[in-house]
């Protein structure tokens, strides 16, 4: 096989897979079950995920792949986040699986693919080293996810959710195309490396830092840090649950890891200019986040604003030297994913499509009706809480040592204050949960049904691997060490 | 064959493997109970199967301990590597300070599992999974020698807490209290994780010997106000546990709502034991700099919390300051760094625990029999419940000090200790925290006298209680046998705990204070306090200690 082939493997299975699913969807009739549809969309996913581990022994041995001109570069960092972003459409597919009611089955075919189209952007976004490709990997990964925001047609928050999304979300992609350009008037070019080298002997270092700022607001709308964050409530809210879960982690991840790659190697100067601006922007991330999820009753809208919160954690580790940064922060994206994927998983069991119980009040008293899911969702919020022996314990570990071992002590004394902080909210949901449930609430509910079998397996595995991330993270902690320094390759570049 | 190297692992693991069980057996309901149609015991009995067996497995520990051991050194210790980088270890131990404190969490959690045989009727499959999982995290706190790993539990030890008061709360407000109560520790725990990261990036090591052995050596290179600060903030996460006198808020809310079993273990035992182990173990010099302030903190405990005490007509809330007063006392005794203070504080915080839940343990019986904890509610109750009368003024005399029960010596050494403290204010503020003896006496006999002597109260009136049943008596018998035993035979405990105390409290005496002239302090002391057997008795193993440390 070509190395070119081979570097972009995984997102050519989920190309592949997802045109599959298109066109098989006319083919079914109108009414009936679009599941298979769904499993083939799995398969391919998994499929994808199997391809990145392939690439790792390939890695293993020759060392990083380039291909396409120097543009596509797969090495550890780019396979952890393939392997990431597999995982969670992995775990989001089979929550959706039976997500979408008897009348609502026409679209879930494109559903599926919209979502595979989705992750090949986010993959390719992670393994691009140009930054024109990452561009077009970012505006693959938004339209899908644009569309899926959307989904549950002819409500208002769903108009609402996507049409705010991608009003804000084109605005933030022009300015991260802005930073391409001046990068390119910095320095002639827009490989990462390139530009890399070039900051150093620019004429115009001015160029560079307004490049350094414009790809931060860009990108820092994508992984929704404050204050860029506005968009994030709102869209939650409206948007199915299920694409919740998945649009607050995967793109997030591979849009922390443009912005580690772009940090580290193409940045003009030394960490210590621009940390003190990631230190600002985490700082605002995790106190509004924190201090707007106090005041929420609806679920989504508190996941919302925890995720913003969330968010401003990983920024921290942000400020340590380059190996350290790069391994707590992939880390922390590996356990907030699972985490935060899982309690979405919880979301969508519970009222399915409708999502009728949405208000922390209409969960009260849920642990008696439905012991099993209430047990996950305490523990997915234990470990957004930080609750040691989870995963959510450990990335906050790592991400505060990063913080601490780089002499920003100041920083992990306000991030550790406003997790303490955050356990109010999260405690008001989990507490409610175990409450005794008040006449109005989910004790006159219908009789809600049972966890479908593939959610099932999706919250077993979500919870399994927040466990394991906070019990025995040695291995997925020497895959990050591994993916540690995130330097590209200096290629001859063919323009 | 050789049970050491692994009982510490089967103390955990008993109690986890339990909650696990428990929490997949289905719950059924038992509606043989009249109309109402109520949970099967089957998860009570499971609890105190599990419960039991963990009691058996502490015991190991004061049967096979060597009491011969060089200080600052641990036993029972199993180290094994858990995570490379950042390199944390599965390490634990044992030592005089800890090991009681095993023993006496192994046995209240028995004692909490049958004072909520009939309390608790409904949704037993959760409360018994948390209060096993409660118990976990209790006994991790005193094992871990790795200060990764005590974090874990430390933290961990929150979460079936806040549960078991949310859900299994009294009142309306048990949402509110159990957030409180999270809050209230989780936040300065934040710091405290800060604190260990800093103590991590200077040292490169979590585990707690090595520390001690750095920290003993002054080879942490931080300035001297870096290593205060930091000290703070381990001092302030624990204060707040314990709680220590500003940082109460949480304990009238918490005890006010949390069912018995959980109130039984609530407070004291587990701030108090974290300071003796990491505070004083790691930051020895900065301990001994801010015991002023500490002292004068117990003191002002002792006297608002006794205050506060008099005038509660709440049970609870009454209980709950009584609470303070008791934990006041300790801090007031460790922080003097005398031997007799350390040693009466340690052997206080057993007496404290066991007295506050045999407390609270009446506490929960009357309230289940008669609903209600308000005081003037009840009266004349002595008649109708002669051994429940006879049981709360026995745990009421072991509270206030009554020399023969466990309450005098601990209470007894704690000020001789302080009176023998080389700094003239200490002397001021023990004479102060002495009233606490009087006030103390007071609102227990008080108490007793308005529940259960005088005129029938409203409440007593309109429910027909009943003694003691079986099972009750089964409880609280222990809880007597020990008041005494603890009181008559304390060189029992002491033996161990003096392993502990008296090298923390000579060790790296400051300048002023020579080991010689400590040994004449001692001296001087003995005529003082011949008057009490048992204090000489344990005074005597301290001497020997001493002369010990100083050869």
Same mark, same amino acid.
């Given at each position: 096989m070509s190395t070119n082939l081979l570097t972009l493997l995984p997102e050519l299975i989920l190309t592949l897979t997802a045109v599959l699913v298109m066109l098989l969807e006319p083919l079914l009739a109108a009414g009936a079950s679009r599941k298979p549809l769904g499993w083939l969309a799995i398969l391919g996913s998994v499929g994808s995920g199997v391809a990145a581990l392939y690439q790792l022994r390939a890695v293993h041995a020759l060392g990083p792949l380039t291909g396409f001109y120097g543009t596509i570069q797969v090495d550890a960092f780019s396979i952890f986040f393939h392997l990431l972003i597999a995982s969670i459409v992995v775990t989001t597919l089979l929550a959706s699986l039976d997500y979408f009611p008897p009348d609502q089955v026409s679209h879930a075919g494109e559903y599926f693919a919209l979502v595979l189209f989705g992750a090949t952007g986010m993959m390719f976004m992670t393994s691009s080293v140009e930054l024109l490709m990452v561009f077009i990997g970012l505006e693959i990964s938004s339209i899908s996810t644009y569309i899926l925001a959307g989904f549950r047609k002819g409500r208002a928050t769903a108009s609402e959710s996507a049409l705010k999304y991608?009003?804000?979300?084109?605005?933030?992609? @022009?300015?991260?195309?802005?930073?391409? @350009?001046?990068?390119?008037?910095?320095?002639?070019?827009?490989?990462?490396?390139?530009?890399?080298?070039? &900051?150093?002997?620019?004429? $115009?270092?001015?160029?560079?830092?307004?490049?350094?700022?414009?790809?931060? +607001?860009?990108?820092? #709308?994508?992984?929704?840090?404050?204050?860029?964050?506005?968009? $994030?409530?709102?869209?939650?809210?409206?948007?199915? @649950?299920?694409?919740?879960?998945?649009?607050?982690?995967?793109?997030?991840?591979?849009? #922390?890891?443009?912005?580690?790659? %772009?940090?580290?190697?193409?940045?003009? *100067? =030394?960490?210590?200019?621009?940390?003190?601006?990631?230190?600002i922007l985490a700082v605002a991330s995790m106190t509004i986040g924190n201090l707007g999820a106090l005041l929420q009753s609806d679920a989504k809208r508190l996941l919302a604003y925890s995720s913003i919160a969330h968010a401003g954690y990983l920024l921290v580790a942000f400020t340590a030297p380059e190996p350290l940064a790069v391994s707590a922060a992939c880390f922390y994206t590996a356990a907030y994913a699972a985490m935060n994927v899982g309690a979405f998983v919880v979301l969508t069991q519970l009222s399915g499509f409708s999502e009728r119980l949405r208000t922390i009040d209409d969960l009260t008293g849920l642990a008696l009706r439905r012991p099993g899911l209430s047990a996950f969702m305490a523990f997915f919020l234990?470990? !957004?809480?930080? +609750?040691?022996?989870?995963?959510?314990?450990?990335?906050?570990?790592?991400?505060?040592? @990063?913080?601490?071992?780089?002499?920003?002590?100041?920083?992990?004394?306000?991030?550790?204050?406003?997790?303490?902080?955050?356990? %109010?909210?999260?405690?008001? !949901?989990?507490?409610?949960?175990?409450?005794?449930?008040?006449?109005? $609430?989910v004790g006159d509910s219908p009789t809600p049904r049972g966890i479908s079998v593939p959610a099932g397996l999706a919250l077993i595995a979500t919870a399994a691997a927040t466990l394991l991330l906070g019990i025995l993270p040695n291995r997925i902690l020497s895959l990050t060490q591994r993916a540690a320094p995130a330097t590209v390759a200096q290629c001859p570049m063919q323009r | 064959m050789n049970f050491d190297p692994i009982i510490l692992t089967l103390i955990l693991v008993t109690p986890l493997a339990g909650a696990i069980l428990l929490a997949l057996i289905p719950e059924r309901e038992d509606s043989s109970n009249g109309g109402e149609s109520i949970d099967s015991k089957r998860h009570a009995i499971g609890a105190l199967v599990i419960t039991l067996l963990t009691l058996l497995l502490t015991l190991h520990l004061p049967a096979h301990f060597n009491y011969h051991a060089a200080p600052h050194t641990y036993q029972f210790e199993q180290n094994l590597p858990w995570i490379s980088s950042p390199a944390i270890r599965y390490h634990l131990g044992v030592d005089g300070l800890s090991m009681w404190l095993i023993v006496l969490a192994g046995f209240l959690a028995p004692m909490g599992v049958l004072a909520s045989w009939n309390a608790v009727q409904r949704r037993t499959r959760l409360f018994y999974t948390l209060f096993l999982l409660q118990q976990v995290a209790m006994l991790g706190i005193f094992v871990a020698l790795d200060l990764f790993l005590y974090y874990g539990f430390w933290e961990l030890s929150l979460v079936p807490m806040t549960l078991l008061i949310a859900t299994f709360g009294r009142t309306e407000n048990r949402r509110r209290a159990a957030i409180k109560f999270f809050l209230y520790a989780f936040i300065p725990s934040a710091i405290l994780l800060v604190a260990i990261l800093w103590l991590y990036n200077l040292t490169g090591t979590f585990d707690l010997p090595a520390l001690q052995a750095l920290a003993g050596a002054h080879q942490i290179a931080a300035s001297p106000t870096a290593l205060l600060l930091c000290s703070i903030a381990f001092l302030a996460a624990f204060a707040v546990k314990v709680p220590i006198f500003p940082l109460h808020g949480w304990l009238q809310d918490a005890v006010t709502e949390a069912p018995t079993a959980a109130v039984m273990v609530l407070a004291g035992k587990l701030g108090l034991y974290s300071i003796l182990r990491f505070s004083f173990g790691i930051f020895a010099d900065q301990s001994r700099h801010v015991a002023p302030l500490l002292i004068a903190l117990g003191a002002i405990g002792i006297v608002y919390g006794s205050l506060i005490a008099l005038i509660r007509t709440d049970l609870k809330k009454l209980a709950a300051f009584s609470t303070l007063a008791h934990v006041s006392f300790v801090v007031l005794g460790i922080f003097t760094f005398t031997v007799l203070g350390m040693d009466g504080g340690i052997f206080q915080i057993l007496n404290e625990s066991l007295i506050g839940a045999a407390f609270f343990l009446l506490l929960g019986l009357l309230y289940e029999r008669y609903g *209600?904890?308000?005081?003037? =509610?009840?009266?004349?109750?002595?008649?109708?419940?002669?051994?429940?009368?006879? &049981? #709360?003024?026995? *745990?009421?005399?072991?509270?206030?000090?009554?020399?023969?029960?466990?309450?005098?010596?601990?209470?007894?050494?704690i000020l001789s200790g302080t009176m023998q403290s080389v700094v003239i204010h200490h002397v001021l503020w023990t004479t102060l925290g002495a009233t606490g003896v009087i006030f103390g006496a007071g609102y227990m006999l008080w108490m007793i006298q308005r529940v259960f002597y005088g005129l029938p109260g409203v409440r007593t009136e309109e429910v027909q209680g009943w003694d003691l049943c079986g099972r009750e008596h089964l409880e609280l018998w222990p809880f007597a046998a020990l008041f005494l035993i603890m009181g008559i035979a304390s060189p029992l405990w002491m033996r161990a705990i003096d392993t502990y105390g008296a090298p923390t409290a000579t060790a790296n005496v400051p300048s002023g204070a020579s080991p010689s002239a400590k040994i004449t302090i001692q001296i001087h002391s003995a005529p003082a306090v011949a008057d009490s057997s048992l204090a000489r008795n344990s005074n005597i193993t301290h001497l020997?200690? +001493?002369?010990?440390?100083?050869?």
């Open positions: 991608f009003l804000l979300g084109s605005f933030a992609t @022009a300015f991260f195309l802005y930073g391409i @350009a001046l990068c390119f008037g910095a320095t002639g070019s827009t490989a990462i490396a390139a530009i890399g080298a070039g &900051m150093a002997v620019t004429k $115009t270092p001015l160029f560079g830092w307004l490049a350094v700022g414009m790809v931060l +607001i860009g990108l820092g #709308f994508k992984v929704s840090a404050a204050p860029f964050h506005v968009w $994030t409530p709102d869209v939650y809210q409206g948007a199915p @649950a299920p694409v919740v879960g998945l649009m607050s982690t995967a793109p997030k991840a591979a849009a #922390f890891a443009v912005l580690l790659r %772009f940090l580290f190697e193409a940045a003009p *100067t =030394d960490r210590h200019h621009w940390a003190p601006l990631i230190a234990l470990s !957004l809480i930080g +609750i040691p022996f989870t995963g959510g314990f450990f990335g906050k570990f790592y991400v505060f040592s @990063a913080a601490v071992r780089s002499g920003y002590t100041w920083l992990a004394i306000v991030g550790l204050a406003n997790s303490g902080l955050a356990c %109010f909210y999260y405690l008001r !949901l989990l507490t409610a949960l175990y409450a005794r449930p008040t006449a109005d $609430t | *209600t904890y308000e005081m003037r =509610d009840y009266g004349g109750l002595a008649a109708r419940h002669p051994w429940m009368a006879t &049981m #709360f003024v026995v *745990t009421s005399l072991a509270a206030v000090g009554l020399p023969m029960l466990n309450g005098f010596v601990g209470e007894f050494l020997t200690d +001493i002369r010990r440390e100083v050869r």
